[in-house]
């Protein structure tokens, strides 16, 4: 399995790892519910320097990222990003990434670990022929930390970076920290107040080390991808290979609103088009239970007293909730707030009920 520069750290603190997408990664070092509440009212550290970074550069990268992305990258000023997906032909999304506009001609797409090589290929492939920009896949020198909670702000700024205090959400800071130069931006998949840092490969444990020396008295600590996940699902944000995939669209999966049909032609947009104008077959729905359970990726969706019209494809108990929530895909009509069905789970028939996501919605997002 490959390992992350930060693999010493995580054995020092002692991690549970797994192997994540052929990686050596920490599901936990606490436990997935403590590190869970830690980013919700404190903050957690996390290395997500198994996901993929991938420069785009040059007069032509414009417009060759309008044509293999759904979101409007024009509309991108310098240190801004934006959420995007890739799709295939038939409009299956082949990923979802972040777009991050760093340099007037160059952009970092962040991508999924697991999808990594096959996105490289396929952005190679699609500029066959094509000149004015380099593609360069720079995932193993650069690495990548979340800083997510409350707290993040603060221990940013007690590290020296005063000028965090202005970054707006998808916003970035090109700064440095413990005397790294340091690219950091106001994204993360938890939603809470947070940060992820792109930095040199080489000086990621020491300021991994860093971080959480100066967090400590805030109630910083390491996070590892089970409470990642928790956190990400109460937001109802995708994950890919379970929510989305291939075989599904943008479209299907609810997030419409990454693609700009205003701007022009781009892979898949002919399908998506005519599903935004009423051809579909399937929706997300986002539930939560009515009786106290968890439902589990793979599990039915049943109506009529047993019929299968779905399958959860992401579920858990929500700790602050303190209810069984999930997503899953159904037919369009039972997607709708308020639609009713049932989860089998384990032989039982759970009623549930359609909830506009996301799950948890926190007071001040600005704050």
Same mark, same amino acid.
């Given at each position: 399995m490959k390992r992350t520069p930060l693999y010493e750290g995580h054995v020092a603190a002692g991690a549970k790892l797994v192997d994540f997408a052929g990686w050596e990664m920490p599901i936990q070092y606490s436990g997935v519910v403590d590190e869970y509440q830690t980013v919700r009212t404190a903050a957690g550290l996390f290395d997500v320097s198994h996901m993929g970074r991938v420069l785009v550069s040059g007069p032509g990268a414009l417009p060759f990222l309008q044509g293999v992305t759904t979101n409007d990258v024009a509309k991108l000023a310098v240190l801004e990003s934006h959420y995007s997906m890739v799709c295939n032909q038939q409009g299956g999304i082949l990923d979802d990434i972040f777009v991050y506009r760093i340099k007037p001609q160059e952009y970092y797409l962040c991508v999924n670990a697991s999808n990594r090589e096959k996105i490289v290929a396929w952005l190679k492939k699609q500029a066959t022929g094509a000149s004015g920009f380099t593609i360069a896949d720079r995932s193993a020198e650069v690495a990548q930390l979340a800083l997510q909670g409350p707290a993040s702000r603060a221990i940013l700024n007690n590290l020296g970076v005063k000028a965090i205090d202005a970054v707006k959400p998808r916003h970035c800071l090109e700064a440095s920290l413990c005397g790294a130069d340091v690219l950091i931006t106001r994204t993360?998949?938890?939603?809470?107040?947070?940060?992820? =840092?792109?930095?040199?490969?080489?000086?990621?444990? #020491?300021?991994?080390?860093? =971080?959480?020396?100066?967090?400590?008295s805030?109630?910083?600590?390491?996070?590892?991808?089970? #409470?990642?996940? =928790?956190?990400?699902?109460?937001?109802?944000?995708?994950l890919y290979g379970n929510d989305i995939s291939e075989d599904i669209s943008p479209i299907e999966a609810g997030a419409g609103w990454v693609v700009n049909f205003e701007k022009g032609d781009f892979i898949g947009r002919a399908v998506l088009a005519k599903q935004k104008d009423g051809g579909l077959t399937r929706r997300l729905a986002a539930f939560e239970l009515l009786?106290?359970?968890v439902p589990r990726h793979g599990f039915k969706i049943l109506v009529d007293g047993g019929k299968e019209v779905g399958e959860v494809t992401s579920g858990n108990l929500s700790p602050i909730l303190q209810k069984g929530i999930g997503l899953g895909y159904v037919p369009p009509a039972l997607a709708s707030v308020g639609s009713s069905f049932t989860i089998d789970i384990r032989g039982r028939a759970v009623p549930a009920v359609v909830v506009k996501p996301p799950f948890y919605k926190r007071k001040n997002r600005d704050g």
């Open positions: 993360g998949y938890t939603g809470e107040l947070g940060y992820e =840092l792109y930095l040199a490969a080489d000086r990621a444990l #020491s300021i991994w080390n860093e =971080l959480l020396r100066a967090g400590k805030a109630g910083l600590k390491p996070a590892g991808l089970g #409470s990642r996940d =928790l956190l990400r699902l109460e937001m109802a944000y995708l009786q106290k359970a």
